[in-house]
C-alpha cells in the first residue's frame, strides 16, 4: 500500500530554522512527484510547489518562491520542506501529497502542524 | 490568473442528495478533482477527471463538469459526509489550483 509519512509536530520561535519531511512507501518514490500544500489555521488549501525526486527538478508557486526550499533524497524516498528564518506567518498545517494520474494528489501525508510563536 | 469560486457551505438532511459546485472561465476544458477533508484528517481524493472515482470511493460520489461549473454530487448523504470539500484543477498560468473550499453539514 502506498503511504506518505511526515515528521512530527515543530513548535518554533520567530527567525528559528525548520526541515520537516516525507518520506515514501509501497512505490518507487522516483517516478512520482511530490507536491507540498498549505493549510493555514480554518483555511483552505495553498499548493507550494513541487519536486521530481529523480532528479530534483523543483517548481515553486510565486507565492511561496524565495519564503520556502523543497528538498529531496532519492536514497532514503524522502522529500523536505525547509525555512531559514520562520515567521508567525508560517504557523499551519503543512501537507506532502503525491502526484498521480490525471495530476491528482494522492495519497496525502499525514500533515505536520508548524507552530511559530515567541 | 485562474480563480476557482465554491459556495462556503452546503447543507443537506441525511438521505438527501448534496450538490457542490466549483465555478471557474470555462471550467469544462478542464479537468476537476474533488477532495473530502474531515476535521483534524488530510484530505482524500473522491472525484478525478470530473467524474471518475477512485478505487473504495462509495458509487455515491459523482461529478459533473461544463462550461463554467463543476459539480460534486453526494447522493444518499450520510453524517459520514460531513466535511470539507475542495475542487482542484491545473492551469498552464496559475499551476495547481485548489478552490475555496465547501462546508457540508448534514443536518
Known amino acids: 500500500e502506498v503511504h506518505l509519512v511526515q515528521s512530527g509536530a515543530e513548535v518554533k520561535k520567530p527567525g528559528e530554522s525548520l526541515r520537516i519531511s516525507c518520506k515514501g512507501s509501497?512505490?518507487?518514490?522516483?517516478?512520482?512527484?511530490i507536491n507540498w500544500v498549505r493549510q493555514m489555521p480554518g483555511t483552505g488549501l495553498e499548493w507550494m510547489g513541487r519536486?521530481?525526486?529523480?532528479?530534483?527538478?523543483?517548481n515553486y508557486s510565486p507565492s511561496f518562491q524565495g519564503h520556502v526550499t523543497i528538498s529531496a533524497d532519492k536514497s532514503i524516498s524522502t522529500a523536505y520542506l525547509q525555512w531559514s528564518s520562520l515567521k508567525a506567518s508560517d504557523t499551519a498545517i503543512y501537507f506532502c501529497?503525491?502526484?498521480?494520474?490525471?495530476?491528482?494528489?494522492?495519497?496525502w501525508g499525514q500533515g505536520t502542524l508548524v507552530t511559530v510563536s515567541s | 490568473s485562474y480563480v476557482l469560486t465554491q459556495p462556503p457551505s452546503v447543507s443537506v438532511a441525511p438521505g438527501q442528495t448534496a450538490k457542490i459546485t466549483c465555478g471557474g472561465n470555462?471550467?469544462?476544458?478542464?479537468?476537476v478533482h474533488w477532495y473530502q477533508q474531515k476535521p483534524g484528517q488530510a484530505p482524500v481524493l473522491v472525484v478525478y477527471?470530473?467524474?471518475d472515482r477512485p478505487s473504495g470511493i462509495p458509487e455515491r460520489f459523482s461529478g459533473s463538469n461544463s462550461g463554467n461549473t463543476a459539480t460534486l454530487t453526494i447522493s444518499r448523504v450520510e453524517a459520514g459526509d460531513e466535511a470539507d470539500y475542495y475542487c482542484?484543477?491545473?492551469?498552464?498560468?496559475?499551476?495547481?489550483?485548489f478552490g475555496g473550499g465547501t462546508k457540508l453539514t448534514v443536518l
Open positions: 519536486i521530481d525526486p529523480s532528479d530534483s527538478y523543483i
Open positions: 501529497a503525491r502526484k498521480h494520474d490525471y495530476s491528482t494528489f494522492d495519497p
Open positions: 477527471d470530473d467524474g
Open positions: 482542484q484543477v491545473w492551469d498552464s498560468s496559475s499551476d495547481v489550483l
Open positions: 509501497g512505490y518507487s518514490f522516483t517516478n512520482y512527484w
Open positions: 470555462n471550467i469544462g476544458s478542464k479537468s
